[in-house]
């Protein structure tokens, strides 16, 4: 009996895994499975954190060094859509300067991942706003302090 109930929630599985990829592509099933730049940061230079219109919030973190992202990291409540939106903004972020930031847009989140179901395409955009965000606080503590 054991073996039969085994056998039923693998194939269980696997039938959620093939919709699944159907649903959203290789590239974001694949990073679905494992999401890559998630946890916190400990004093970042950038920190952004946003909540969408679906309820979920995402933050991002971002470490500087010469004038570029040298570590990038992000965290979320959200969705597996909203994990992969974010792991892929903050992928996108690492070498770039404050310059090449601002073209890490939803719009190019979606493109990287081949496009998402209409239904979870504002997690794209969450990511890439935070990630706005998280620079806009980078560049604010880069002014010079008034005296």
């Not at 054991?2 to 039938?15: A, I, T």
């Amino acid at each position: 009996m054991s073996s039969e109930l085994d056998d039923f929630v693998q194939d269980l599985q696997n039938q959620i895994f093939d919709e699944t990829r159907e649903a959203y592509g290789d590239v974001a099933f694949e990073r679905w499975q494992n999401p890559l730049y998630m946890g916190a940061m400990d004093i970042p230079d950038g920190h952004g954190r946003l909540t969408g219109s679906c309820g979920d919030t995402m933050q991002i973190f971002l470490r500087f060094k010469n004038g570029r992202v040298k570590e990038a990291t992000f965290l979320t409540d959200g969705c597996g859509s909203s994990a992969v939106c974010g792991s892929f903004a903050a992928e996108l972020a690492l070498d770039k300067g404050p310059d090449e930031l601002l073209e890490i847009t939803g719009d190019a989140i979606l493109k990287i991942l081949g496009g998402l179901p209409k239904e979870d395409e504002h997690c794209a955009y969450l990511a890439g706003e935070t990630l706005q965000e998280a620079l806009n606080d980078y560049m604010i503590k880069q002014r010079p302090k008034d005296r």
